[in-house]
């Protein structure tokens, strides 16, 4: 099992990048996909999660939104409004369910830098 992220990148404050989650090895509408973040020095982060629906954690409710696209086996987040605090390695995971809590996923991937210059 694979779960690769990418689209990070450098971006200004108020703008906006979206990130791709592709998986191989497993089939992504069976599984529960989880977004989660770190910045140096800091605590890995939830960011958001999708099983049906999509929820998000209060620092990106309503700025950031997560999709599937189970014909390309591949999550995505957008990121809009984006601020300085947001820079962090996002990284995604797959699950039995949509957790807002990284350990109880299955799966992990190595994350993808994003930094939003102020």
């Known amino acids: 099992v694979q779960l690769q992220a990418s689209g990070g990148g450098l971006v200004q404050a108020g703008g906006s990048l979206r990130l791709s989650c592709a998986a191989s090895?497993?089939?992504?509408?069976?599984?529960?996909m989880g977004w989660f973040r770190q910045a140096p020095g800091k605590e890995r982060k939830f960011v958001g999660a999708?099983?049906?629906?999509?929820y998000y954690g209060d620092s990106v409710e309503g700025r950031f939104t997560i999709s599937r696209d189970n014909a390309k086996n591949t999550v995505y987040l957008q990121m809009s409004s984006l601020k300085p605090e947001d820079t962090a390695v996002y990284s995604c995971?797959?699950?039995?369910?949509?957790?807002?809590?990284?350990?109880?996923?299955?799966?992990w991937g190595q994350g993808t830098q994003v930094t939003v210059s102020s």
């Open positions: 995971a797959a699950g039995k369910a949509d957790f807002s809590d990284y350990f109880k996923y299955d799966y």
């Open positions: 090895g497993l089939t992504i509408s069976n599984y529960g």
């Open positions: 999708i099983s049906w629906s999509a």
